[in-house]
Nanobody, 123 residues
Framework: QVQLVESGGGLVQAGGSLRLSCAAS????????MGWFRQAPGKEREFVAG????????YYADSVKGRFTISRDNAKNTVYLEMNSLKPEDTAVYYC????????????????WGQGTQVTVSS
């Protein structure tokens, strides 16, 4: 049974930082690309960042480029999202997701999802 468990969300002031983690189990983690998505109230789930199975390729939404960094530790079956210079518009539930080998920006391309972690950025 595949499980993705996010952690690290919380309340932070604008300009602050948070580090999200997603621990994976029940799959061969090193063979999966990982993505971070987010969903704000009343909005569709959107791509934030993705990383290939080796960690050699990373992708970012334009809205977070230069502020967020995705990384992975295959020895720990964990993917991270370092978020800096947070803005109120970054407020959302953040989800990690897994798919084979290469990340994409499409929600429907991902096979497994976590339950999400809330990030709230106050102004």
């Amino acid at each position: 049974q595949v499980q993705l468990v996010e952690s690290g969300g919380g309340l932070v002031q604008a300009g602050g930082s948070l580090r999200l983690s997603c621990a994976a189990s029940g799959l061969t983690f090193s063979k999966y690309a990982m993505g971070w998505f987010r969903q704000a109230p009343g909005k569709e789930r959107e791509f934030v960042a993705g990383i290939s199975w080796t960690g050699g390729m990373t992708y970012y939404a334009d809205s977070v480029k230069g502020r967020f960094t995705i990384s992975r530790d295959n020895a720990k079956n964990t993917v991270y999202l370092e978020m800096n210079s947070l803005k109120p518009e970054d407020t959302a539930v953040y989800y990690c997701a897994a798919r084979s080998l290469i990340p994409t920006m499409k929600v429907n391309d991902y096979d497994y999802w976590g339950q999400g972690t809330q990030v709230t950025v106050s102004s």
